[in-house]
């Protein structure tokens, strides 16, 4: 069964603090690793890695994947209130399905 | 990216009853997903719906239960039926789209059941 651990569940931090969130992984056929940020209801999108791209970055958030460790970060520099979200890593195995994570709960505080 | 449109986005329905989601996408898909997220849990896919078959339903779902649709390349709905205080989350339509075939997801359909 493929699985998805997301971690830490929760934290805590400062406006301008930098947050790493971890993502580790065991699934059957990898094809690629999701990040995606949760607010309210729908999940939005911030970055798809595969093996032939595993690094991305935009702006202020950046996510790299180690597929020797089966593992993704996604760090988020100086950081503000509006990061205050649940981060959800998904892992794509196969040809569709998705295997999410339980999430991390990020808070920023002023 | 994909503009996906969810309606309703939020009720509160009685035990018993029945209730059809809505999904509705700015352009034609070849797949489109249903998920639901239930409170504090993660997503968990429900089914797949492809344009003229049957929908495929991951284990732990039935399509008695959650009877989809798909009349075109750019509509589907899901229905909840007999509806139970567990079956109170959010469901979320999806698309796969792309460089990549990123999955993006609809606003959500927030479902109460008392």
């Known amino acids: 069964e493929d699985k998805v651990v997301q971690s830490p569940l929760s934290l805590v931090v400062h406006e301008g603090d930098t947050v790493t969130l971890n993502c580790s992984y065991e699934?059957?056929?990898?094809?690629?690793l999701l990040w995606y940020k949760q607010e309210k209801k729908a999940p939005t999108f911030l970055f798809m890695l595969?093996?032939?791209?595993i690094e991305k970055k935009s702006g202020r958030l950046s996510s790299i994947l180690d597929k020797k460790e089966l593992s993704s970060i996604l760090n988020i520099t100086a950081t503000q209130t509006g990061d205050s979200a649940i981060y959800l890593c998904?892992?794509?195995?196969?040809?569709?399905?998705?295997?999410f994570g339980k999430g991390t709960k990020l808070s920023v505080i002023p | 990216s994909a503009v996906i449109s969810q309606k309703p986005s939020r009720d509160i329905c009685q035990r018993g009853t029945s209730l059809t989601i809505q999904c509705q996408v700015d352009?034609?898909?070849?797949?489109m997903f249903w998920y639901r997220q239930q409170p504090g849990q993660s997503l968990t896919l429900i089914a797949t719906?492809?344009?003229?078959?049957?929908?495929?339903?991951e284990s732990g779902f039935v399509i008695d239960k959650f009877p989809i649709s798909r009349p075109n390349l750019t509509f589907s709905t899901l229905t909840v039926s007999n509806m139970s205080p567990e079956d109170s989350s959010i469901y979320l339509c999806?698309?796969?789209?792309?460089?990549?075939?990123?999955?993006?997801f609809g606003e959500g359909s927030w479902l109460t059941v008392v």
């Open positions: 999806s698309v796969e789209r792309g460089t990549g075939n990123t999955i993006y």
């Open positions: 699934v059957t056929n990898f094809r690629s």
């Open positions: 595969t093996s032939s791209g």
């Open positions: 998904a892992v794509r195995a196969g040809s569709y399905q998705l295997t």
């Open positions: 352009s034609q898909v070849t797949m």
């Open positions: 719906a492809n344009q003229g078959s049957e929908a495929t339903y």
